[in-house]
């Protein structure tokens, strides 16, 4: 059983910074690209980033480069996702997730909700004007 528990989310003004954290437990977790995934109110749930098991190759939404950094440590099996420069619009639930198949990073499949067979609760980020 595969468990993920995001950490890091609360209330931060515009223009500031958050580092998200993302725990995972149980099964194989370094053969799993890992990605983090936003949803806002009354919004579909939108791809952010993902990184590749090796901990190194990276892929963002284009809407997210620069701003948005993500990372592993594997010996901590855990996903970070560090968020600069926030703007109100950026509030939402953001979600690690880990994808459905091993060794897997079709930046088609990255990119969709389906692609993912695991997910966390959630944490709360609300940015403040």
């Known amino acids: 059983q595969v468990q993920l528990v995001e950490s890091g989310g609360g209330l931060v003004q515009a223009g500031g910074s958050l580092r998200l954290s993302c725990a995972a437990s149980g099964r194989t977790f370094s053969s799993y690209t890992m990605g983090w995934l936003r949803q806002a109110p009354g919004k579909a749930r939108e791809f952010l980033a993902a990184?590749?098991?090796?901990?190194?190759?990276?892929y963002y939404a284009d809407s997210m480069q620069g701003r948005y950094t993500i990372s592993g440590h594997h010996a901590k099996r855990t996903v970070y996702l560090q968020m600069n420069s926030l703007k109100p619009e950026d509030t939402a639930v953001y979600y690690c997730a880990r994808m459905r198949a091993p060794f897997d990073f079709d930046k088609l499949r990255v990119r969709t909700r389906s692609g993912y067979a695991f997910w966390g609760q959630g944490t709360q980020v609300t940015v403040s004007a």
């Open positions: 990184i590749h098991w090796d901990g190194i190759s990276t």
